[in-house]
Nanobody
Framework: QLQLVESGGGSVQPGGSLRLSCAAS????????MGWYRQAPGKQRELVAAITSDGFTNYAQSVEGRFTISRDTAKNTVYLQMNSLEPEDTAVYYC?????????????WGQGTQVTVSS
């Protein structure tokens, strides 16, 4: 069964760091892009960062210079290193993958992991 499994969320003080991981598995033929979105209470889900199979990256302006997205292509895994965290980064973070499986090419989502930045 195809799934995206996230890990690494938690609580941290302002200025701290966290690293999120997301591994895709289950009958995958090809991964075109992976990324992270977040949704804070009362707000719409927004793109945080994304990376293509060629290594091109895209960041939300609010996290540029603080967050770094990377991937391990062989493991179909994407990482998000989050530094200098701010209370405004508090949200549920969702992994997203644009990939092709035996079902065809679709977007898939992880279950979400909570990130809380508070003193």
């Amino acid at each position: 069964q195809l799934q995206l499994v996230e890990s690494g969320g938690g609580s941290v003080q302002p200025g701290g760091s966290l690293r999120l991981s997301c591994a895709a598995s289950g009958g995958i033929f090809d991964v075109f892009a992976m990324g992270w979105y977040r949704q804070a209470p009362g707000k719409q889900r927004e793109l945080v960062a994304a990376i293509t199979s060629d290594g091109f990256t895209n960041y939300a302006q609010s996290v540029e210079g603080r967050f770094t997205i990377s991937r391990d292509t062989a493991k179909n895994t994407v990482y998000l290193q989050m530094n200098s965290l701010e209370p405004e980064d508090t949200a549920v973070y969702y992994c997203n993958a644009d990939l092709k499986s035996w079902r065809g090419r679709y977007d898939y989502w992880g279950q979400g992991t909570q990130v809380t930045v508070s003193s």
